[in-house]
């Protein structure tokens, strides 16, 4: 009978075992989907936009805005080709300028890094003006500015391929949308 005791507890004790191993893989792999390093896959980014009446993905970016460092409000030039931005006219996010893309987990949230652009620090809720959440394959954030409503999207699809959506609605002008494909680097 002892014996027969003993035998239970030590299966119960190697599924509960078995059990947290589970746990901690599914976890493991949760953060696997959206971390790690993403790179723009150029065709299907082409073939998915949507109609914004301003062409190829790139164009729209390059028309309606640019790259630029601006001090006291006065544009300085950077050496960028491309029509000068209007005085207070935001960039586009970042993550519409980057070619590879990072994700990484911290303690309290996520690192977005945009190589050769810069990167950002994103937690769960509201966050320097940003609202964000996320979970296994997908990141919602958005945030507003004097000038502008942008939402941004990022989800990993079946495929296993990361979908970035970013909506930008400025205050005076169209909505414009914006979709890029990123392979896993």
Known sequence: MERHATLQTMTRSLSLFALCGAMS???WAEEL???GAWTLNVERTEAIQPDNSTGRWWEGLGGNFSTSVS???????TGSPGPEPEIGSPGP???????TLTVERLDDGLLLTYQG??????R????????SQWSRRKLASNYE??????KRSLEVGRDGRLLMSVTIN??????????RVFDRA
Do not use: H
């Not at 400025?170 to 979709?179: A, E, F, N, S, V």
């Open 25 to 27: 893989f599914a976890a």
């Open 33 to 35: 989907a959206l971390v």
């Open 71 to 77: 001090v006291g409000g006065i544009p300085v030039p």
């Open 93 to 99: 996010p970042q993550m519409l300028r980057c070619q």
């Open 117 to 122: 652009v810069g990167s950002e620090e994103i």
């Open 124 to 131: 769960p809720g509201a966050y320097r003006g940003m609202r």
């Open 145 to 150: 500015s004097t000038t502008r409503k942008v």
């Open 170 to 179: 400025p205050r005076k002008g169209k909505t414009l949308r914006y979709k």
